[in-house]
């Protein structure tokens, strides 16, 4: 079993930074690609930044510039660095993972979820 556990978020003004963090832990062989997903009551949620196992990232258009993404392998974790937040980044943020087990079945977790508030 593994479970990813997200940290860091909360209530900033607009302009301002938060970081997140999410840790993976459990029966973990490998972490293949990792990923941030936000979403808001009534909507779909969204990718709002993607690191493969090599450290190629891809980027929401919305967060582009503001947002950076980065990974530890040792520790299994994956960061999301936020700066310049604007209200509409407000949203309940989720960690995703795609983890081979150590019975090598890979497999798609979800973090809880965080909630982050931008206040204008």
């Known amino acids: 079993q593994v479970q990813l556990v997200e940290s860091g978020g909360g209530l900033v003004q607009a302009g301002g930074s938060l970081r997140l963090s999410c840790a993976a832990t459990?029966?973990?062989?490998?972490?293949?690609?990792m990923a941030w997903y936000r979403q808001v009551p009534g909507k779909q949620r969204e990718l709002v930044a993607r690191?493969?196992?090599?450290?190629?990232?891809n980027y929401a258009d919305s967060v582009k510039g503001r947002f950076t993404i980065s990974r530890n392998d040792a520790k299994n974790t994956v960061n999301l660095q936020m700066n310049s937040l604007k209200p509409e980044d407000t949203a309940v943020y989720y960690c995703?993972?795609?983890?081979?087990?150590?019975?090598?079945?890979?497999?798609?977790?979800w973090g809880q979820g965080i909630q982050v508030t931008v206040s204008s």
């Open positions: 995703d993972a795609v983890v081979m087990a150590t019975t090598l079945h890979e497999y798609n977790y």
């Open positions: 690191i493969t196992s090599s450290g190629s990232t």
């Open positions: 459990g029966s973990i062989f490998s972490i293949n690609a």
